[in-house]
């Protein structure tokens, strides 16, 4: 069985930072992406950042030059830096891991919520 357990969120002003991890256990696995989602209330699911094993980023245009995505594969870890956070980047945010056959987990997601 594998998990995937997201910490890191919290209240943050409007321009502060923060950063989340997201810690996998359990039986290891071969990984084509790792990612980060975010999801407002009344909003649909969004992808926030994501990594694949070439080392290739992607990240939309509203988090561009604000968030990071890295990963430690020897603590089986992803991480993503939030700087200069807006009260519009508010939401859960999950961490999702896509498997080499295709296969999807998801976080159980961490709450950020930014104050004006």
């Known amino acids: 069985q594998v998990q995937l357990v997201e910490s890191g969120g919290g209240l943050v002003q409007a321009g502060g930072s923060l950063r989340l991890s997201c810690a996998a256990s359990g039986s290891r696995f071969s990984i084509s992406a790792k990612g980060w989602y975010r999801q407002a209330p009344g909003k649909p699911r969004e992808l926030v950042a994501d990594y694949d094993v070439s080392g290739t980023t992607n990240y939309p245009d509203s988090v561009k030059g604000r968030f990071t995505i890295s990963n430690d594969n020897a603590k089986n870890t992803v991480y993503l830096q939030m700087n200069n956070l807006k009260p519009e980047d508010t939401a859960v945010y999950y961490c999702?891991?896509?498997?080499?056959?295709?296969?999807?987990?998801w976080g159980r997601g961490t709450q950020v919520t930014v104050s004006s």
């Open positions: 999702r891991w896509r498997r080499t056959d295709g296969f999807v987990y």
